[in-house]
């Protein structure tokens, strides 16, 4: 279960209770332009700020709520997507539509038992949306049931065949397995019925670079940096990217601009410090990896291992290999752990 917290958002409604701000009719229209102007282009923080704009003015409305609502989810906030969505049913009601943004606020939250709950009782003995079946097999997934998860996408495609989330959703689960072909059959599919779609973008990425094509990798993830101007992880691959190609101004460009934009993600950080690292710039990564929270570090091995290789950069040996050690049995870098150990000088 995710722990409680303030939303954001949820300040903001607070913040601007009561203070309405006075829009003629033609003003609210204009208003109302740029809000869906910035959903279509996913410039979501653009389109939060346009939508509160016009509950302010004119008071709650569905259309609002619900706006706010399909912000909150696509920013990943379950709590103030709740809380729109406890308004729009106060205005609308339920529907099928509402019962698939209402499960998906509860994943997010950590919920995931409730949200397949309140699926199947809506449903009944009916057939999930594709939507839901998509929040589903999402659930699943969290709870670490892939075998499940896998089942219930193989029927939800083959009821949904034109589905881009079914389709990348099933991609992903393919990923994971390690069958890049199909991951790729899955993600043409997907693109072929939405040619943004941000988790097949992704996938293309992922699928390129675990055949070798590194450069290839570089299109998808650029087209969903362009596309999802709000989303971070499209920049910290890119930036991957070129290091890997050894473009390292280039990488450099990417992330100083990326890091202005979103300077408290993890993964930026991570690669401005590989990027120091590369560089020789030890005494540099050092100080950006001490800034990385720690959950991040435990999740992420490879955070972990760059940290032993800016120790041993700095001369640290002992304790670079008191860190390569603790790493040795990590399947993700056992073999660069096992490599990197080899060049440290032999321990005295």
């Known amino acids: 279960m995710a722990s409680k917290r303030i939303s954001p958002l949820l300040l903001a409604i607070a913040l601007l209770s009561g203070c309405g701000a006075e829009l003629s009719a033609d003003q609210l229209q204009e208003v109302q332009s740029q809000a869906e102007q910035a959903l279509t282009e996913h410039r979501f923080h653009d389109a939060r700020s346009k939508l509160l704009e016009i509950q302010q003015a004119a008071g709650p409305s569905a259309a609002t709520a619900k706006g706010l609502a399909r912000v909150a989810l696509e920013l990943g906030d379950g709590y103030a997507a709740e809380y729109q969505l406890n308004q729009l049913r106060s205005l609308s009601g339920e529907n099928s539509e509402w019962i698939a943004m209402r499960a998906q606020s509860m994943i997010l939250q950590g919920s995931t038992g409730s949200a397949r709950d309140l699926i199947n009782r809506f449903n009944g003995t009916r057939a999930p949306s594709d939507r839901q079946a998509w929040l589903l097999v999402w659930a699943a997934m969290e709870e670490g049931k892939v075998d499940e998860a896998q089942e219930i996408a193989d029927s939800a495609v083959a009821q949904y065949p034109r589905s881009a989330d079914l389709h990348a959703r099933a991609g992903r689960l393919m990923a994971m397995r390690g069958e890049w072909d199909a991951v ?30 590194l450069a290839g990798a570089l299109e998808p993830y650029e087209t969903a940096a362009k596309t999802y101007p709000d989303f971070a992880v499209p920049f910290a691959n890119i930036a991957g990217l070129l290091m890997d190609l050894g473009r390292l101004d280039e990488a450099e460009k990417v992330l100083t601009t990326a890091r202005a934009k979103y300077p408290d993600f993890p993964l930026l950080s991570f690669s401005a410090a590989r990027l120091d690292a590369l560089r020789g710039r030890w005494s540099e990564a050092r100080a950006t990896l001490q800034t990385l929270p720690m959950a991040f570090k435990r ?26 050690e603790s790493l040795a049995s990590e399947p993700r870098v056992r073999d660069q752990v096992a490599e990197l150990l080899k060049q440290l000088p032999a321990a005295s």
């Open 184 to 213: 790729d059959t899955h993600v043409a599919t997907a693109l072929q019925a939405n040619p943004q779609h941000y988790e097949a973008l992704l996938l293309q990425g992922e699928s390129r670079i675990a055949k070798g094509d």
């Open 299 to 324: 999740d992420f091995a490879p955070a972990l291992l760059l940290e032993a290789e800016v120790e041993a950069g700095l001369g640290n040996h002992a304790l670079a290999r008191s860190m390569y």
